[in-house]
């Protein structure tokens, strides 16, 4: 049984925007802190943008200011909404329910998506 499902990946040109929505099942959600990860051909899996149970965010700073999550806890859904999208953005992104968020550090929770491609043409 899938918990989380990514949706809303594709190609854009340089400049434009996209939105992704991640569902995740109640008891993942709820009180949980939700986040956003991508993955490039060759490259580590990385952190874009993480929001608490609260509303609290986080951003790469190669992503501040263009990207934007959100939740919305009454549908079980965190979105990024991601503008003046870069080629260097292309990557699978992978939505990620229940992470640890201290003072100090984010690390991935154990419920993981599929992914949804994004691919931005120059």
């Known amino acids: 049984v899938q918990v989380v499902v990514e949706s809303g990946g594709g190609l854009v040109q340089a400049g434009g925007s996209l939105r992704l929505s991640c569902a995740a099942s109640g008891s993942i959600f709820r009180n949980n802190a939700m986040g956003w990860y991508r993955q490039a051909p060759g490259k580590q899996r990385r952190l874009v943008a993480a929001i608490s149970s609260g509303g609290v965010t986080n951003y790469e700073d190669s992503v501040k200011g263009r990207f934007t999550i959100s939740r919305d806890n009454a549908k079980s859904t965190v979105y990024l909404q991601m503008n003046s999208l870069k080629p260097e953005d292309t990557a699978v992104y992978y939505c990620?329910?229940?992470?640890?968020?201290?003072?100090?550090?984010?690390?991935?929770?154990?419920?993981w998506g599929q992914g949804t491609q994004v691919t931005v043409s120059s």
């Open positions: 990620n329910a229940n992470l640890y968020w201290s003072s100090s550090t984010i690390r991935p929770g154990n419920y």
